[in-house]
């Protein structure tokens, strides 16, 4: 894979909150690029698009815990079973905090457990710990 400037793909259901987002991308002037996804299935496809071309993977996946036809849990066990994606670091954003919800995130993949909304100088921090580890 090639490298270049680190990149988050948000994968989220809510209008509202990739807005967010992608506002504070704008006005945050943060060190890395931010890709959005309305639904898991675009951002997968994303993927295996890069991975045909040589192309690098995002620096971190986050995905919203509640969404139709895929939620968060099932779209980071489908990156957990494609050997080209697995190691992919994913973080699972939710509005809630259920232990339980946590907890199935953590099961199917999650590496980080992020609140909503979305933080993204946190988002930093994990892409500069994750590159420095």
């Known amino acids: 894979m090639t490298s270049g400037t680190a990149e988050i793909f948000y994968v989220d259901d ?22 959005t996804f309305s639904t898991g299935i675009a951002a997968i496809m994303d993927m295996e698009r890069r991975v045909a071309r ?4 995002p620096g971190l996946l986050i995905a919203d815990y509640y969404m ?38 953590a099961e199917a993949g999650a ?12 988002c930093q921090e994990l892409l500069t710990r994750r590159r420095t580890a």
Do not use: T, W
């Open 14 to 35: 809510s209008p509202d909150d990739l807005f967010l987002a992608n506002y504070q991308m704008r006005a945050g002037g943060f060190a890395f690029a931010l890709k």
């Open 54 to 57: 040589g192309e690098a993977l």
């Open 68 to 105: 139709p036809l895929i939620d968060g849990p099932e779209l980071f066990r489908l990156i957990r079973a494609n050997h080209h994606l697995a190691g992919v670091p994913l973080a699972s954003c939710s509005g809630g905090d259920d232990p339980h919800d946590r907890k199935a995130a």
């Open 111 to 122: 590496d980080f457990i992020l609140d909503k909304p979305l933080d993204l100088a946190l």
